[in-house]
């Protein structure tokens, strides 16, 4: 690799190592600055005491909320960034969810880019990340061009038949479009994959797939323990500079073009860390929307119960319903999409209940099958991400939290309808960043937008940002593969635009 590169990508996450996928056959000189190692292939990696009630892989690190309380946020520095910890649901947005829609508390605007547009890149996306599922089951499934090329991964007997209780009360159940090989996840041992971290155990991560992809061409490099601190902008506009300390040593890069990684926080902290003279907001920050409109979706765990029934699965996270996705079934507003959890066991709850005995927790899950139901949070210029010194200031100001509270009553009546007679729940933490997005939306208007609809800063040629924060709505469905296939979009207008001549 010449001294320096041609390209600086900042994160090796689901829009890091996307983008340097889609750019490595273009022969550009790519670095990729990741902040974190690589996960290693450890027993705490399927041990649940180690993970839920030790939190062995949280990061030391605090963030803190409007008010000046401190709370640690779950969010991972690590090769292959979150996804190393994912649930793995590899699913498009609705075709309505690129329209403008109405919701209970207010409107969830249109993208400046229509579904068709991303299209063919999801397909493409869903090729790289080996993704497992099967048409024609869910009545808002958006147009796919192609099937998926692999099988679902199959329900375990007891979740099968909650499949047909379900079906047999007019739900809607459809397979999970899922990256994971199970033979190869379960020969490692018998655990859900959700929260658990993979170390190319057979879980489709960002590292396992597009970074593995990048890397098998000599032109691409990746650079572990490079955490960026600042970009430098030039009297010109373009950025001149990345500035990152590796080893305790401050060191500099002067690529031509930056592709910025870092997550949806971490990118917007970034932007505003870098301020000058000439930006006094931060960088890319002429709309001053840099850090606002964060967006992180309502979810709750819905746990079912019944003493006649007996949940004896490892796994469990193979279907979801959409049935109150675009509307409350009844003609109401749209409330969210339903997924299972993957599984909850007395050791997980324990980690969140410590004062009740991990034996009796053991004896209530073995009973139980858990869901997870999640609706949209609409964007807000008020929730937003700011930096005080050296803190990261999380003020999320939660919205549309009735439509959740409908959908889990909702939930709840279906599970009791089918036979379930306790059925519990209870809101996710409001300070578990894991569905981060919004803070560096893409848009058509200058001043609107940090970035244009190919992730491009309106005020920095050379400047892109691909990863959760260019999103500019949360829909109800996880975000990782609509991450994954603007990141290939993007790599195929760099490609053309900026790389060809
Ligand atoms: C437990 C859990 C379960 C989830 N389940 C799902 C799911 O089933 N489906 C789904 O679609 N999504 C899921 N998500 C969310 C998904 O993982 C994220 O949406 C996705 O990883 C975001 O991609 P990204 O590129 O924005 O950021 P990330 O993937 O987090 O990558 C950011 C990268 O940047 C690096 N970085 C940060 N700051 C710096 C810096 N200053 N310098 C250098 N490097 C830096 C980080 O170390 C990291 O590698 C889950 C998340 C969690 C935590």
Redesign the pocket.
Known sequence: MSRQPDIVI???????ATVAAGLAATGAEILI????GHIEDRPENRDQRAIFQRGHFRPDETWYEADGTGFNP??????????K???????RYRREDFDEMQHLDGVSPAWPIAYEELEPWYGLAETLYQVRGTLGEDPTEPVHSQPYGLKPVADEPAISKVRARLKAKGVHPFSLPLGVDIERWLAKGKTPW??HPNSFDGKMD?ETTALAAALKYQNVKLQTG????RLEAGPDGRIAAVH?MRNGEAAVLRPKLVIL????V?SAV?LLRSANDSNPNGLANRSDQVGRNFMNHNSTAVIAMSPWFRNDSVYQKTFGFNDFYLSDGEGGPPLGNVQLLGRISGTILKGSMPAVPEWLLNRVTAHSIDFYAMSEDLPSPESRIMVDGNRIVLKWVRSNWEAHERLVAKLKQVLRSAGFPVVVSRAFDKRTP??Q?GTVRIGTDPKQAPLDVFCRAFDHQNLFVV???FLPTSAAV????T?AAQALRVADHIARKDLAA
């Open positions: 900042i994160g090796s996450g689901v829009g890091g600055l990741e902040a974190g779950g969010n991972y520095y690590n090769v292959g960034g979150n996804s910890f994912y649930g793995a649901v590899l699913t959700d929260a960002a490079s955490r960026v601190t990152y990684s870092a997550g949806a971490q970034l894991s569905h997005c990863d959760a924060g996880n975000p990782a593969l991450i």
